[in-house]
């Protein structure tokens, strides 16, 4: 799964998106370490032409009855299946630039934290879905797929990450195909982990200290 992000660094996302010709206004990316589900997040579409948006992180479907919980990840495998994303997959995607994120280890002496980001670039790209919510506000859930070899380590799901090559056929396509294979595990060489602190479990921590490497110095 994905359940918390780091992204701290504009000038890092500005970079990763520049090849849409945008950019992201750093009044609207303020440094933000630690970034769980329900928090607003900025978000890259195109809906006649390539847009920032300020979307919700939590998808409720029109369905939804009172109680639900919010959906934050999508499965790829089943993501043209289920109802609530069925559409969304085909119509409405976007991505979340972020400068990395977070996945916990989970064994008998508890859990270990760890955060993974790019060894060639300054950001990534995750895949997401969206929709307009009961109010009009719009609401995202990130799209996740097997792990590959860096993450399988640490856990079994992580976020679909789309090559800065292909934002655009993420965005735009309409060829389920190109869809289709843009949501598979990332090549290994293009993402890195380090064992972080304790600290980052705490959602109200934030901070450099976040993503410092435990064996760091």
């Not at 959906?71 to 630039?97: D, G, M, Q, Y």
């Not at 309409?174 to 289709?180: G, N, S």
Request: with cysteine.
């Amino acid at each position: 799964m994905c359940g918390r992000i780091d992204a701290h660094d504009p000038i890092g996302v500005n970079n990763l998106i520049s090849i849409l010709d945008i950019v992201l206004p750093e009044e609207r990316f303020p440094p933000r370490y630690n970034i769980a589900p329900a928090a607003q997040l900025a978000a890259v579409c195109f809906d006649g032409g390539y847009r920032i948006a300020e979307m919700h992180w939590g998808l409720l479907p029109p369905w939804a009855k009172a109680g639900m919980r919010p959906l934050i990840n999508a499965r790829a495998e089943t993501v043209r299946e289920k109802p609530s994303f069925k559409k969304l997959i085909r119509h409405t995607r976007t991505i979340i630039p972020v400068n990395g994120f977070y996945e916990w280890q989970r064994g008998g002496a508890g859990k270990r934290s760890y955060y993974f980001s790019s060894t060639d670039e300054n950001a990534l790209a995750l895949g997401a879905i969206y929709s307009s919510g009961n109010e009009g506000e719009p609401q995202c859930c990130i799209v996740t797929t097997a792990a590959n070899g860096i993450m399988a380590p640490v856990h079994d799901r992580m976020p679909v990450i789309i090559p800065r090559d292909a934002i655009g056929d993420w965005l735009r396509s309409d060829d389920e195909a190109v869809i289709d294979a843009l949501m598979r595990p990332c090549a290994e060489e293009l993402l890195m982990q380090n064992e972080v602190s304790s600290y980052v479990n705490n959602a109200r921590n934030e901070g450099e200290r976040c993503i410092t490497p435990v064996h760091a110095g």
